[in-house]
């Protein structure tokens, strides 16, 4: 997902907002959120998601009111929320750090005794830890944050519903990896970072790291 | 009571017939009594490799169907007194075996109250055939060649197998050229494990021997002297549960350089 389109759809603490940056078509809009469904339909199916709407430019309500009136077509939506957003945070709470506290206790963890093969798939609407590998060909998609004690060399999809979500891995290599809808492809140039690695989402890009030396604090 | 392997791999071609044969061969010199049943029904081609071809009057659809007694179906071998063959049909089509899925597994229990070794050709993982012939196995031995799409594929059926709960799966790494390891230009046995991370059984070289081998109806496995043919021995006493040592890459190399000084003296 690029960084110069005018409204996305981000992971917010177990609900997903709409974050409009400019105005935009309600057709442009409506099809976004389309095809989001549809290639996340595994991960929603058989939940309803809190759907929120923040504007960062001026929009009339009139707009707003058809907006709604559209997106409730979607199954997926359970409710909308507008009034009572906090419009100072850009959508996402930025991690500063990752020494700042993740909390995992906000959505259920599934722990995964075996590793991911080739063609095998996971989707869970909170945490995943892996005590395993992921191997290539595989796919997770989480809601919250993604923890491979082991190899990730698959593809991952985390924080789906919270974009302050980690991706950690002993072994660091996906084919593909996204957080909270930001995408980050796999590149050459991350190579040389492999052991330890940490990926969270921060300034509009994914960020990188080695884990070494981090305070990792779960829950209160 | 005598063990059922299942043969597979994720892609075809691989060498999984090849495999089956020679263990088999390799396990009945060790002295094992073991049927070889070819279950890649369609593309029989274990007979022809054993050269018992024009010795096979019924295959394994006849005794599903209940044309023959099984007894009638099975064939001896020529050179290796304690192998024998089940022929897989060459008219049907592979569809038939998914509906006499229940008689299939009868036929193998028999076939395990009599053999000590019962290993299943079967077709590759993702097509039909390949879950009538792991449903009845108690072990499976997976045969790739060090190539990132066949790799893959193997990992798939890896999955499928561990899902049908066939917890003991070996790895049979075929075709492998330890040149091109060398240089950089094949994955070598620590990237494929790393990825499958199941239990080596064997690595058997590249080896045009094996080719000529088949032409003749000949298993290389009797061969003292060719690389697939060593290879072949030790991965059959290693299923056994012999600790069997593997040749490291150095003694091959050595073994290359020996051969390149030779070539320079000649
Ligand atoms: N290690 C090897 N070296 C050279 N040729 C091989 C080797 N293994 C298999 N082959 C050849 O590759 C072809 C396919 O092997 P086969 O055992 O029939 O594969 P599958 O049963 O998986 O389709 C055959 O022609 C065989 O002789
Ligand atoms: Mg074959």
Redo the contacts between chains.
């Keep these: 997902m690029d960084k110069n389109r005018r409204f996305r759809l981000v992971g917010s603490k177990g609900a997903l907002r709409l974050v409009i940056e400019q105005r935009s078509s309600l057709s442009d809009i409506i099809n976004y959120v389309k095809i989001f469904f549809e290639s996340n339909k595994r991960f929603f199916e058989g939940t309803k998601v809190v759907f929120e709407i923040q504007p960062l430019c001026d929009l009339e309500t009139s707009f707003i009111e058809q907006l709604k009136l559209k997106l409730a077509k979607f199954e997926e939506i359970e409710s909308f929320k507008f009034e009572d957003l906090d419009l100072t945070d850009k959508g996402v709470k930025n991690v500063e750090s990752i020494d700042d506290k993740i909390c995992f206790d906000k959505m259920p963890t599934k722990y995964i005794y075996?590793?991911l093969?080739?063609?095998?798939k996971v989707d869970f609407k909170g945490n995943v830890i892996i005590l395993g590998?992921v191997?290539?060909?595989s796919k997770i998609s989480a809601g919250g944050s993604v923890i491979v004690l082991g190899?990730l060399?698959g593809v991952v999809q985390a924080g789906i519903l919270d974009a302050s979500s980690i991706v950690f891995a002993l072994d660091f290599d996906p084919v593909q990896l996204q957080i909270g809808g930001f995408f980050e492809l796999s590149t050459d140039d991350s190579k040389d970072l492999n052991d330890n690695v940490v990926a969270y989402y921060k300034d509009n890009k994914i960020n990188i790291e080695s884990w070494k030396g981090r305070k990792f604090l779960i829950g209160e | 009571m005598g063990k059922c392997i299942v043969v597979t791999s994720g892609k075809g071609g691989v060498g999984k017939t090849t495999t089956s044969a020679n263990l088999g061969g390799g396990l009945a010199s060790l002295g094992k009594s073991v049927l070889l049943a070819d279950v890649d029904i369609g593309l029989r081609n274990l007979d022809i490799i054993l050269g018992l071809e024009k010795r096979i009057v019924y295959d394994v659809m006849d005794v599903m169907e209940g044309r023959c007694k099984i007894q009638q179906a099975i064939v001896k071998d020529k050179r290796i007194s304690s192998l024998y063959l089940l022929a897989a049909s060459q008219i049907h089509d592979k569809s038939d075996l998914a509906e006499l899925i229940d008689r299939f597994g009868e036929i193998i229990k028999g076939l395990k109250n009599q053999f000590d070794y019962v290993i299943l050709d079967s077709p590759a993982g993702i097509e039909q055939g390949f879950m009538a012939a792991s449903n009845f196995a108690d072990e499976a031995i997976v045969v790739t060649t060090p190539e990132v799409t066949a790799v893959?594929?193997a990992?798939?059926v890896?999955?499928l197998l561990?899902a049908k709960g066939i917890k003991d799966h070996y790895l049979v790494l075929n075709r492998y050229r330890y040149a091109m390891v060398k240089s950089g230009n094949m994955l070598d046995v620590e990237d494929v494990l790393?990825?499958l991370?199941i239990q080596l059984l064997g690595i058997v070289p590249e080896d045009p021997e094996i080719i000529t081998f088949a032409n003749k109806g000949e298993l290389i496995v009797t061969s003292d002297i060719t690389n697939a043919g060593k290879a072949f021995q030790r991965i059959s006493r290693r299923l056994m549960g012999e600790k069997v040592d593997f040749p490291s890459f150095e003694e091959e190399k050595g073994l290359l350089k020996k051969i390149k000084d030779f070539l320079r003296l000649g």
């Design positions: 075996k590793s093969r080739s063609g095998q590998d191997n290539p060909g190899s060399k | 893959r594929d990992d798939r890896i999955g561990e790393h990825i991370g």
